[in-house]
């Protein structure tokens, strides 16, 4: 079975930093795309950030410059560096990976979810 679990979220202030780390485990063969999304009360989630394979990286208008995204293959880990934190990136912040299976018999890459972390920016 294979697991994403989320770390670094919290409570900071405006103009703070905080980093989040994602950290997949479980029958693994390969971690393709891997991705940070948020969602605010009331709102969809969105992506923010996601880097493929070979890092290659893209990011949402609202926290391009600020955020940065970046992986560790070895560790089938992503990280979400946040920096000049604002109060509207305030959100529950999920990680996704697209992920083969090392039991896999049709060669299927399969979406993956954590359960979340939570980050507030708030004086």
């Known amino acids: 079975q294979i697991q994403l679990v989320e770390s670094g979220g919290g409570l900071v202030q405006p103009g703070g930093s905080l980093r989040l780390a994602c950290a997949a485990s479980?029958?693994?063969?390969?971690?393709?795309?891997m991705a940070w999304y948020r969602q605010s009360p009331g709102k969809q989630r969105e992506l923010v950030a996601a880097?493929?394979?070979?890092?290659?990286?893209d990011y949402a208008g609202a926290v391009k410059g600020r955020f940065t995204i970046s992986r560790d293959n070895s560790k089938n880990s992503a990280y979400l560096q946040m920096n000049s934190l604002k109060p509207e990136d305030t959100a529950v912040y999920y990680c996704?990976?697209?992920?083969?299976?090392?039991?896999?018999?049709?060669?299927?890459?399969?979406?993956?979810w954590g359960q979340g972390t939570q980050v507030t920016v708030s004086l």
């Open positions: 996704y990976a697209r992920i083969l299976p090392d039991d896999s018999e049709d060669g299927m890459k399969r979406d993956h």
């Open positions: 479980g029958n693994i063969f390969r971690t393709y795309d």
């Open positions: 880097i493929t394979i070979d890092g290659i990286t």
